[in-house]
């Protein structure tokens, strides 16, 4: 009888439970929904009980509705929504509060005082790979511990503990047994020391965050112990925060290997081995998912990819799904000099405007829909194209080849204006799962499930670029004009 190896994917949106055989190759899946809470205007919350609830239950779900009995799962990885932060008591148990989500800028006045401080902010990039950024955990931490009735109290009497998703459900999973991490979640908490691989005490000082608190950090791939799940022990092999998972899932573990994930947003991470390079271009370092010694990542992110095909179906009603914007794209021959810079909450890096909005250009009378819904196309892989170029000045060597993953990847116009527009190859593989399949790897190398990697993209496509260099750089130039013309938009204050 075949062994399984799973994946629990406890997403922004969703937690999951994925099978995968010993060729790779995902066998079941059972998702359930998360629930968003919006308490203010810009603040966003998970409940933690229902973060562990629905992952134990999608994990109940996956195991039935495939008849696969827990004695044939060789055991379990983890990847998780990175930076999303949970704080809870070690006696009772019970969360002090919900879950700070990634996306939530309650921390944000608070963070541009710290950002007068210039010593600071370097001390942070040269230290953590990091910008000061209410994205990142610390300034959540710290808000929970400043705004919950006696909290701090507790917490430096020892009584609390922090985690992202990952470490919240490893210590319910494990009955109290574990307070875990690994480097690629904490590498995202803006307390993590990327060349000393230890939390860092000045910073823990800035932020008053007692280290008592934290959880131990360890390699993404190990076995860790075991966790109980619905009465079955389970060894726990792997654990990485979502982006380092698809980064090794898309098997991009040597220097210089790029991947890009089309979602709602899009997250290019690159491999850089063991060298840890500190962006000139607006870019942040971070750890890489490795079984052993420290290897480091440039990322960048777009924050509207996706995002703009559900603007153009819900706002606009000018599409009525996602999936029929490939063949409106492809029923012009270009976009008839449109551009849409999809600046909607301003622009991340390389060009870090906040204060940059969205703006169409290039409108003629023989503009027409097919046009629109083509240039919003080309933004996607324009935006992710102006930050492979920024990891290419940062390496000082040219990156030839990109692997995608992620909803809108499975647009075939947008895979080979991607491949034109940076006259670079793009391979797509056929599982675009690569977010579980990076914990199911991680996990099946630490138990020797996995001898050898299996070769399970040999169903990808490549898109090979075919655009002529002269139209090329025309398009870009002229995105490059839309781009600085929606810069600095709005009033700064
Ligand atoms: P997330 O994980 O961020 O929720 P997904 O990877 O599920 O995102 O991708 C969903 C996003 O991809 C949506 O924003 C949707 O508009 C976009 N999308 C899905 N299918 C297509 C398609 N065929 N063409 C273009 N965009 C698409």
């Not at 690159?270 to 290897?295: F, P, R, Y």
């Not at 440039?298 to 914007?325: C, H, N, P």
């Not at 990697?453 to 025309?474: A, L």
């Amino acid at each position: 009888m075949s062994q399984y190896i799973i994946a629990f994917d406890q997403g922004t949106t969703s937690s999951r439970t994925i099978v995968f055989d010993e060729n790779a190759q995902q066998i079941a899946s059972a998702a359930l929904e998360i629930t968003q809470i919006y308490p203010q205007s810009g603040w966003v919350e998970h409940d933690p009980q229902e973060i562990l609830t629905t992952q134990i239950q999608s994990y109940a779900n996956c195991l039935q509705q495939s008849k696969i009995d827990a004695s044939h799962i060789a055991g379990l990885g983890i990847t998780n929504q990175r930076e999303t932060t949970v704080v809870w008591d070690k006696k009772t148990g019970e969360p002090v509060y919900n879950a700070i989500v990634w996306q939530c800028r309650r921390t944000a006045p608070y963070v541009e005082e710290l950002k007068a401080d210039n010593k600071l902010s370097s001390y942070i990039q040269k230290n953590t790979g990091l910008v000061l950024d209410a994205y990142f955990s610390a300034t959540k931490i710290k808000w929970i511990l400043d705004n919950v009735d006696g909290a701090r109290e507790k917490a430096e009497r020892g009584d609390l503990l922090f985690g992202t998703t990952d470490s919240w459900l490893i210590w319910n999973l494990s009955e109290k047994a574990l307070h875990i991490t690994d480097y690629t979640n904490a590498s995202r908490t803006l307390l993590f020391n990327i060349h000393t691989l230890d939390w860092d005490d000045h910073l823990l000082e800035i932020f008053s965050i007692p280290r008592n608190m934290l959880p131990q950090v360890h390699p993404s791939s190990k076995v860790y112990g075991n966790l109980r799940i619905q009465g079955n022990t389970l060894p726990l092999a792997g654990i990485a925060g979502d982006q380092q998972s698809a980064l090794f899932g898309q098997r991009c573990v040597q220097y210089g290997d790029v991947k890009n994930t089309y979602g709602t947003g899009c997250f290019v991470l690159m491999h850089t081995g063991t060298t840890c390079i500190e962006s000139k271009n607006g870019l942040i370092t971070t750890l890489a998912a490795t079984d052993g010694e420290a290897q480091y990542v440039l990322e960048g992110s777009v924050f509207i990819a996706g995002a703009i095909i559900q603007w153009l179906r819900d706002e606009l009603k000018l599409i009525a799904s996602a999936s029929e914007t490939e063949s409106i794209a492809q029923s012009v021959e270009d976009s008839n000099g449109v551009f849409l810079v999809p600046a909607f909450v301003g622009l991340g890096s390389p060009h870090w405007d906040m204060f940059a909005r969205g703006s169409l250009f290039g409108l003629t009378r023989g503009s027409n829909r097919a046009h629109i819904v083509r240039a919003a196309l080309e933004s996607i892989a324009l935006q992710s194209n102006d930050l492979i170029n920024a990891m290419e000045q940062d390496l000082s060597r040219s990156i030839d080849a990109i692997h995608v993953d992620g909803g809108a990847s499975k647009n075939n116009f947008l895979m080979q204006f991607q491949a034109d527009i940076g006259n670079r190859h793009v391979h797509r593989p056929a599982n675009q799962e690569t977010t579980a399949l990076g914990a199911a790897l991680l996990a099946g190398i630490a138990l020797s499930y996995f001898t050898t990697i299996p070769d399970f993209q040999k169903s990808s496509r490549t898109f090979v670029p075919t655009m002529q260099e002269s139209n090329r750089t025309k398009i870009i130039s002229q995105w490059h004009k839309a781009v600085e013309r929606s810069k600095n938009w709005i009033e700064q204050n």
